[in-house]
């Protein structure tokens, strides 16, 4: 048959008209070369940033960089075995991880997988490593303290539940032992905790884990390691799978801890797959967007109120808020705070606790400098007595540092100078502490108000450190004249022996009352012994009070129920 022009100009009009035109859509892409964990893939052309990509040998990617015809990926592994012209193929998901209370006492990588040789971890629910901070009507007001059991800290730098405090300052002057420690001082008090190790040594990681399980800490954590050796994009995405992890206890109404060791390492494992990925180098050869890079973790650390609980949990949650507090570590080159960093990180926490060397080599340990250190959240995170407490034992400290500066240039000092330098001394003493021994708020309390009201001026400075763990408390049952009491004694009396020196605190024993008690059990001296931690309270009574006088007593006939019908209908019982 032969058509003319005709024909075949309407033939070709009507076939156009019902020809479909559709995106095509690919779900496998190829190879085109690897270098160095970077491999620039043909082919996917519906890929998400961020989304992961599974290579051979069970092996996965993530997107970082979409470019027009090809896609960067970062290797989560080794890349080795992986050659050009392989086949990969798109998962339509961005990377989650497991969490949930099964990881508690775990030890995983960077993407949910445990390292530990205990098996799978079970978990019944994932979250994305990428998750948008809660907003500002979600959050509340950091109120409650988070005690790191290091007086230095919970008097002069409070940490509330829910803040960002940095910890800076060289290698080797405590900053990852400051961070256990606090760890190790949440056993008992119902936080959670996620340690999360960026670029250390497997060895290292190993230490950290044998020092919990000692302390009993490691029931009540989750490490979550990326070792030196692993692949750079595993140490970046290391704090993201932590976070992650912290906010599902966050979220559901409960508080946690996360430590990131050390965030200098996240960036720079960052800078190595920005650079070679070929994105343009900025200051100190990192990428644009490192501050960026930082800003979105640490703002996902917060305290989010009980409609956020409630509307996360679909109502199973409520008049409870939750609280996710971050202490990320920066390490810093010669004290040098005003690195790229470091100064960003300064720039988004809410205060940082600056460890020098100097003060670390002369056997001030922790060796924070005070003067630099601080909490913006400030009074707000201690309870009504520390924060009467910590005001002043820091204004003698800041006169005592200004005195020794000036002391060095001066061999003739009047009195009143002396006693303020040595006053100065038993605070510094005082303020001293060993690792993994983290002291209650009870007995910091006390400490402090022995220090405020003078009660170690005749106390050697050296003897202020060697007894400031055995407070024992003693309450005056009998006069017996010339200044001889005779006492009763509040504890064991091993290791007592005459010749030590006591003091009177002026006042009888004092116990926590309020809402605070409920559901605790506390000795006579208000300390509690039911494993809950502290109990945080505003006010204390007197155990020994006088009975209501005639003028204060109510003739009210209000009946007290007490649920028993044989009680309350034969002999009801009124209230009072």
């Known amino acids: 048959m032969i058509l003319n022009a005709t024909e075949i100009s309407e033939l070709i009009k009507r076939r156009i008209e019902k020809f479909d035109i559709k995106s095509e859509i690919k779900d496998e892409g190829i190879i085109l070369s690897v270098s160095d964990g970077i491999i620039k893939i043909y082919g996917l052309n519906n890929i998400m940033q961020g989304e992961m990509i599974k290579l051979p040998h069970n092996i996965f990617a993530i997107a970082l960089n979409l470019e027009r015809d090809l896609v960067g990926a970062v290797v989560m592994g080794s890349y080795i075995n992986l050659k050009e012209g392989m086949k990969v193929y798109s998962t339509g998901r961005i990377l989650e991880v497991p969490v949930g209370n099964e990881l508690l006492g775990r030890v995983i990588n960077s993407i949910g997988h445990p390292i530990d040789s205990q098996g799978e971890t079970h978990c019944s629910y994932f979250s994305p490593i990428e998750i948008e ?135 720079i494992a960052y800078r190595q797959i920005s650079l070679l990925l070929k994105r343009p180098p900025g200051r100190e050869a990192y990428p644009g967007d490192i501050f960026y890079l930082h800003s979105r ?14 509307n996360f949990t679909k109502g199973k949650i409520k008049n409870q808020s939750g609280s996710l507090t971050a202490l990320p570590i920066v390490e810093t080159q010669g004290g040098d705070i005003s690195a790229f960093v470091p100064t960003n990180l300064i720039s988004i926490t809410d205060g940082q606790i600056f460890l020098e060397s100097n003060l ?44 020794a500066s000036f002391s060095q240039f001066s061999s003739d000092l009047d009195q009143n100078t002396k006693n303020q330098l040595i006053h100065g001394e038993k605070i510094v003493e005082l303020l001293k ?15 402090l108000f022995a220090m405020q009201n003078n009660y170690f001026k005749n106390v050697n400075v050296l003897d202020v450190v060697k007894n400031k763990h055995s407070i024992l408390i003693m309450e005056v049952m009998q006069q017996i004249g010339d200044g001889i009491v005779r006492c009763i004694l509040m504890g064991s009396s091993d290791g007592l022996k005459r010749g030590l020196i006591v003091y009177n605190l002026n006042k009888t024993i004092e116990i926590p009352v309020g809402q605070a008690t409920l559901g605790r059990i506390m000795n006579v001296l208000g300390h509690p012994i039911d494993m809950k931690g502290d109990i945080i309270s505003d006010e204390y009574r007197s155990i020994h009070n006088t009975a209501p006088n005639y003028n204060s007593i109510s003739n009210s006939d209000e009946l007290l129920e007490t649920g028993i019908k044989i009680i309350d209908l034969i002999c009801p019982f009124i209230k009072g």
């Open 133 to 267: 901070a809660p907003g500002v009507i979600d959050r509340k007001s950091v109120s409650e303290p988070l005690y790191t059991g290091y007086k230095a800290i919970d008097a002069m730098i409070p940490i509330g539940k829910g803040q960002r405090e940095l910890i800076i300052g060289d290698r080797q002057t405590g900053k990852s032992t400051l961070a256990l420690d606090t760890i190790i001082n949440q056993k008992n008090n119902n936080v959670k905790c996620i340690y999360v190790s960026i670029g250390q040594k497997a060895s290292t990681v190993v230490k950290i884990v044998a020092t919990l399980k000692k302390y009993k800490a490691l029931s009540n954590t989750i490490i979550v390691a990326a070792f030196a050796s692993d692949a750079a994009a595993l140490q970046y995405l290391a704090p993201y799978a932590g976070c992650a992890m912290g906010e599902y206890f966050r979220n559901r109404g409960e508080n946690a801890l996360i430590v990131y060791d050390d965030l200098s390492k996240q960036a």
């Open 360 to 403: 670390f080599n002369s056997g001030i340990r922790p060796a924070i400098n005070p003067g630099i250190s601080v909490s913006r959240v400030g009074g707000a995170a201690q309870s009504g007595i520390m924060r009467k407490l910590s005001g002043n034992i820091r204004t003698a400290l800041a006169q005592y540092n200004e005195l």
């Open 297 to 310: 973790l640490l703002e996902r650390s917060a305290c989010v109120n009980s409609k956020y609980v409630e």
């Open 433 to 447: 502490q060993k690792q993994y021994s983290p002291i209650s708020m009870a007995n910091q309390v006390l400490l």
